[in-house]
């Protein structure tokens, strides 16, 4: 088991790492806690969830929402919650959204935690305190910045991932790599086998160092005015992929990082070999670097993003693997690269 601790002017987070599920009920309180999951994670769990209200909602990004969040803070009301309740959302990265967003805001906030099930949230979704729902579709439009007080991450509760959704969290693995650690990104070119077949020791190695970067880039800047927003490289295209496609956060991230390697390379910062290392690497985790969709619909969805500043937006390039620059890019531009295609 490993713990790390998140330290920022909001308080105090504690990441906990290949400990058992069970586990949660020695870090919750004895009374007024209340649980969101999802169906996927209940069928699988429900029986061992502490025994404690719980309000299940549908799997998927389609809850992440307004009116999901009105109903979950509804049924707190009537069950009682009040400003000394505790909130746990047992789930993935859908789930630990949408019950931040609910315990920050609801009685203008009380105290929560996640139990993080999937790979995605273990490594980034759970981790660094941004709560948020979409609006129209548009990712995490609404939202704040508040820590929970503990993440759970059982690396036996992966197993029961479908494999897609287990291969979506390998988009986030590599681009911790990318953005701070180059022996990492040497370690998953080795392991890239091992962490396709669940290999517990590969798993929980990249799950402690993701959050270890992840950890010190948000306790340096939690509210993402300079430093977080390299943790947003493969994300700016990535999140436009996803509002198009409607393709997976991982696998849209994946595109998302070719997409911006491949910029990288014609501003000259990335060298080519380095480029298809990148890409090799992509394609051994079988994640997508490419896909059949007009790129001037997804630049559309780009000029929409909240990270948008007038006529602008900031790309996280690559100056060489585990090396980043924040680059303030004008539309004109990535619309002309696209264009030359």
Known sequence: MEQIKLSVERGESKIIIGNKFLAVKTLI??????????????????????KFPTYII??????????VVSNVSRWLLEEGADRSSFLLGIGGGVVCDL???VASTYMRGIDFAFVATTLMAQVDASIGGK?????????NIVGTFNQPKFVLCPDE?????????????????????????????????????????????????LVKRSVDIKASIVHADEQERGERKILNFGHTWGHAVEKV???SHGMSVSIGIEFAARLSVARGLLDNRDYMR?????????LPICIKENPMRIFEALTKDKKKTMNHIDFILLKGIGKVSIERLPFDEIRSFIEEK
């Open 157 to 205: 509760m992966l197993r029961t991932l479908p494999r897609e959704e287990y291969t979506n969290g390998f988009a986030e693995i590599v681009k911790h790599s990318l953005i701070a650690d180059r022996e990492m990104f040497e370690y998953l070119e080795q392991n890239a086998d091992g962490l396709k077949a669940y290999y517990p020791s590969v798993i929980n190695h």
């Open 99 to 101: 019950a931040g967003f």
């Open 278 to 286: 990148i890409m090799n690497l992509l394609r051994d985790l079988n």
């Open 131 to 139: 709560n948020g729902v979409n609006l129209d579709g548009y990712k």
């Open 245 to 247: 496609t409607g393709l």
């Open 58 to 67: 549908e799997p998927g990004e389609g809850s992440k929402n307004l009116e």
């Open 29 to 50: 309180p004895d009374s007024s806690v209340f649980i969101i999951t999802d169906s996927n994670v209940a069928l699988h769990y429900l029986v061992d969830f502490p």
